[in-house]
Every structure is written in structure tokens, then in C-alpha cells.
């Protein structure tokens, strides 16, 4: 089953996205959920993590002061609030639940980092940010 992720679009430079993932089979507040990133001709970069009641997040420093990641457990659904947006994050942005053990905040982002355990990847959204 995969997440769908929604919200993409073309903003200028210094504007704001929000993106959205949810899914309607099954209840995402039990998992941890993770926001990647690839952009064409580069690898995979885990942009936001956020653990299951929402008290934990972790942020790549590419980001760190620009995104924003939250979760409403009552709508099913994870955000990522972008602002400040720079030509450089124009990517296929993807959300994904992560299947891995919890053994503490500093072992999930490791694995945000490396986008390792996460799984039900979608199809992403595309966001363009034009300078």
C-alpha cells in the first residue's frame, strides 16, 4: 500500500509550498513517517523525519529553519510546510512510512538520513522552484 503525496507545484524563489501525505486504508499514528527528496541525476536525500506522536523530527541542514514537518493523527495526514524555497530544492518530493526498529530519536534519524527501513514509497509530488 503506498502513501500518496500531494501539495507540488511551481513557486518562485522565497515562496512557500505546503505537501501533504495520507492514505485512506489504514491509520497512519502508529509510524513514523519520513519526507524525501531526489532531484534528477542525484541520489535519494531524507529531508524530514517525524516520529509517531509528533514529538521527534529531524531535519536535513539543507532545510533546517526553512521546513517545517507536523502531523494531524485526527485527519491522517503528515505535512511538510516549505518556505524560503531555494532553486535547489526542486525535487520529487516523497513521503514513507518507516518499518524499522525505534530504539531512540538518534537511531531513527540515521535511518531518515539514509532513507533505510522506510517503505509504501507513492509517486510523489514535483515541486519546481524557478529563480
Known amino acids: 500500500v503506498q502513501l500518496q503525496a500531494s501539495g507540488g507545484g511551481l513557486v518562485q524563489a522565497g515562496g512557500s509550498l505546503r505537501l501533504s501525505c495520507t492514505t485512506s486504508?489504514?491509520?497512519?499514528?502508529?509510524?513514523?513517517i519520513g519526507w524525501f527528496r531526489q532531484a534528477p541525476g542525484k541520489e535519494r536525500e531524507g529531508v524530514a523525519c517525524?516520529?509517531?506522536?509528533?514529538?521527534?523530527?529531524y531535519y536535513a541542514d539543507s532545510v533546517k529553519g526553512r521546513f517545517t514537518v507536523s502531523r494531524d493523527n485526527a485527519e491522517n495526514t503528515v505535512y511538510l510546510q516549505m518556505d524560503s524555497l531555494k532553486p535547489e530544492d526542486t525535487a520529487v518530493y516523497y513521503c514513507a512510512l518507516y518499518m524499522g526498529a525505534y530504539y531512540s530519536d538518534s537511531y531513527y534519524y540515521a535511518r531518515c538520513r539514509t532513507s533505510a527501513d522506510f517503505a509504501s514509497w507513492g509517486q510523489g509530488t514535483l515541486v519546481t522552484v524557478s529563480s
Open positions: 486504508r489504514f491509520a497512519l499514528d502508529i509510524y513514523a
Open positions: 517525524i516520529n509517531n506522536s509528533g514529538g521527534s523530527r
